[in-house]
């Protein structure tokens, strides 16, 4: 600290090591030693340039300027200096993470405190090691005052957690130093954005400003009209214009609904789609209202497969008035509230030079490498056909497809013979529909038997297929006939996902690939395979989960073809394969938001099934939601069964619930140690880990601080080299309590930092609950009692809300500081405090966690 500080307008520069907890953790003496170096060389920068240093963090600095520019500078010489300095090989360059924001201050007591200060510590927060950002007015004042060769990069306007506003960010890029990163660290929810087309958009200029309208004055707006129309299209464009013309902070989610199997999916997919997981006993609905405390639009896209789930929408727009909802449909919902836009079709011969749906087929052609005259006979030709398909983008879609095989003209004259013939069935349904129907019959024609088949079996893959998934169910080499399907524009590759690419069908063509399946006898067949893909890739796939944490997220990406053979297996007497399959994947199960998924279909197959692995799961599902009775009476039938039929790993992951289980540490400890050396022996990997976490646990229990030390510390150093996010952060939450019962504050505290910013990055409740707790725990160990408690009651309503308890160990900590505060201070006073806290939303949690963080 310092006694004189400068008041008024002034420059804030926060800096920080990344992952020096890890780096402490791992090379303690080394560490020392670039500490040092680091202190010296931006402490000298700082010093150089006339800033102040108002408090040294322990690995970063809070230094003051009174010129903006003086700030950057120091920074620069600062970034400059470490990359250039010579590091021990054991840590490595140091990577600093550094924030610049110009505000006003005003000190107190040898310290800022106020918005100022809030704006760069969150700064802070969005950068990564190596990179310097800027707030704008930091920019505004020194864009023209750099350096020859630094220049600022635009990042956007990035949500600081705890502003209402966005906050533009910016970048210095300057030579030798690093300039690519990736986006900043946004703290805000994981909402999934709106797909973005690499297509043009063409027409559809008084829709939009009829649905910007409506959306205005509405908050639930029904897009309707038939398939292939061009709804989920148009609701996209809708979307972004209407959050662009509101200056929204918030961006629109986007729930695709074609993946979802039934109404009871729906609130689940919402929640996905807005960042919000699934918690405890929790409503998802009330989940999800909380988490919406500002304008949000929400696009629901093919409801009409789920029309019985109306009801939820309706529930949730009446537990979140700042939800806004924008729907695509074949049918109504026929809730209160709703506002019905009918989309027609593209202009097709409107009496512009160029109609929309001519624009479109012209853009599609040229994409296909063919260049059409815009006047003459190829006009005409064009023109006719747009009028025949009346105008509907998809049919249009499928048509042009075949542009590279013929002139246009021949097309046009073979459509209208085809369709001609084909249009004069099914005369009961719309027209429009009879003309997309009609062209995917035309287009189909094409196609040989192999390649039909191939279209039909794609119907089983909600998520897309695999390359991998679809060889199997054809049981054979599908590449040719595949290009040729995509060519035509019958599928679409999406490289989005994580894991391999997708193959993916629209949703009207995979109903009426559906259909086909169905209708030539391939359902069972088909359906039957894909249970085998499972069956037979569990085993690998549970490998994978040990060591390599992109596993879990090339699941999630294929959950729904699981959860579509699951069913298929639960109804067709398959379900001791399918159980066992999943108990392979228990670590992917083993995620909160999974667990009510995994029960319900354990709860379909229970009473069908005396398979020690369907026991398994359920006492796993029961373990997650702490019935721990029922869990361990149920992992305690598994696991005979499992001795009965010789799956040892199953045997010890059983055994290693129970031994958690034990009332009895010492059982506990003969129980996990016995797993432990079994898992040992087979090299496991997060089988592994889950025991010793569990040990430690009970060594805790009987007084053996150091070796639950220890322990700890081996599995943090084991999550960082499996690069598990999740388990890194856990591990370091876990190895906070153990230094809590050592009585080491400090370090329980530089944990617990790092542990509670990737909790609140993850957006679990249940994280950041036990994170925070840990925080309050240490603000009241230090003196800091007011703000220790505002946290834990804040705290104590996340733990109501999602109807679970926190974990044991930490626990009995927290009855510890209360029954510390409850000998110094008045009981009505800290119940006063108590209940402060549990009036705080969850954003107002964590900003006075990050507040306690920043004072630490």
Known sequence: MVSQLPSGTVTLLFTDIEGSSALWDAHRGAMAIS???????????????????????????????????????????????????????????????????????????????????????RLEGLAHGGQIVLSESTTVLVRDALRNGVSVVDLGPQR????????????????????????????????????????????????????????????????????????????????????????????????????VSGADEVAGAIAYALGVHPEGTASLINLIADAISEPQLLVLDN??????????????????????????????????????????????????????????????????????????????????????????????????????????????????RSLDILGSGAADLPPRQRTIRSTIDWSLQALTGSQRLL?????????????????????????????????????HVDKTNPGPTRYRQLVLLRDYAAEILRAEDHEQETMSSLVDFYLATAPTMGLRLQHDGSAEKEIR???????????????????????????????????????????????????????????????????????????????????????????LRMLAVARTFLGMLSEDPEEGVAILEEVIGYFE???????????????????????????????????????RETNYPVMIAWSRWNLALALLASGDIEAAAAQTHEAFDQMVFDGYLEGIASGAEVIAIIEIDRGRTERGLHILGACESIWESIGTVR??????????????????????????????????STAELIDLVQSALVAQ
């Not at 044991?808 to 006063?832: G, I, N």
Request: aromatic share 6%; glycine share 8%.
């Open 160 to 259: 600081l957690r705890g502003l209402e506003r966005p906050e533009r960010v910016h970048q210095l890029v300057a030579p030798n130093l690093r300039s690519e990163f990736p986006p900043p660290r946004s703290p805000g929810r994981a909402t999934v954005a709106l797909p973005d087309f690499p297509t043009s958009f063409f027409g559809r200029t008084a829709d939009m400003e009829q649905i910007a309208l409506m959306l205005d004055t509405n908050r639930i707006v029904t897009l309707l009209g038939a398939g292939g129309i061009g709804k989920t299209r148009l609701a996209v464009e809708a979307a972004a214009a209407s959050t662009a013309t509101r200056d929204q902070r918030t961006e629109p989610a986007w729930a695709d609904l074609t993946s």
């Open 35 to 121: 500490l040092r170096q680091h202190h010296q060389i931006v402490r000298g920068s700082i010093e150089s340039h006339r800033g102040t240093i108002v408090k040294d963090k322990g690995d970063g600095f809070f230094a003051v300027f009174g010129d903006a520019t003086n700030a950057v500078e120091a920074a620069l010489d600062s970034q400059h200096g470490l990359r250039s300095a010579d590091w021990p090989p054991e840590t490595g360059e140091l990577l600093v993470r550094m924030a610049i924001h110009t505000g006003h201050v005003d000190p107190e007591g040898g310290d800022y405190h106020g918005p100022a200060v809030n704006k760069v510590a």
């Open 807 to 840: 974990w044991p160990e930490a626990e009995f900590h927290v009855k510890r500081v209360l029954e510390a505060v409850r000998r110094e201070a008045d009981a009505a006073q800290l119940a006063v405090h108590l209940e402060a806290g549990r009036q705080m």
């Open 681 to 719: 022996s087979v090299n496991a990997g997060v089988d592994l880990l889950l025991p010793r976490l569990f040990i430690s646990g009970k060594y805790i229990e009987l007084g053996d601080v150091s070796s639950a030390l220890d322990t700890r510390r081996d599995l943090l150093a084991w999550s």
């Open 557 to 647: 990406a294929d959950h729904s073809n699981m959860a579509w053979a699951m069913r298929w297996a639960a109804d067709h007497e398959r379900i001791d394969e399918m159980a066992e399959a999943q108990s392979q994947l228990w670590i992917y199960w083993f995620n909160g938001d999974l667990a009510e998924r995994g029960a319900q279909w354990v709860q379909k197959v229970d009473g069908n099934s005396t398979s020690p692995y369907v026991d398994w799961l359920a006492g796993l599902f029961s373990f997650q939601a702490g019935d721990y009775a029922d869990s361990a009476s149920r992992l305690t039938v598994a696991a005979t069964g499992f001795k009965t039929v010789g799956d």
């Open 303 to 416: 409801f009409e497969h789920v029309q019985d789930a109306a009801p939820v929408v309706a529930e949730l727009l009446a537990a979140a008035p700042s939800a806004r909802v924008l729907v695509t449909s074949r049918t109504p919902l026929r809730i209160r509230g709703e506002q019905i836009y009918e989309v027609g079709p593209l202009a097709a011969d409107d009496g512009e030079q160029t109609p929309a749906a001519v624009a479109l087929f012209y853009d599609r052609a040229a994409s296909h490498g063919v260049t059409l005259a815009v006047e003459g006979p190829e006009a005409e030709a064009v023109r006719a056909i747009c009028r025949r398909l009346g105008g509907l983008p998809l049919a249009i879609e499928l048509v042009v497809a075949r542009i590279r095989l013929m002139d246009v003209r021949e097309l046009s004259a073979q459509l209208e």
């Open 455 to 491: 279209f039909a079996q794609l119907s089983v893959f909600p998520a897309g297929a695999t390359l991998e998934q679809l060889e199997w169910v054809s049981q054979r080499n599908v590449l040719d006939d595949l290009t040729t399907l995509v060519d035509n524009s019958l599928v």
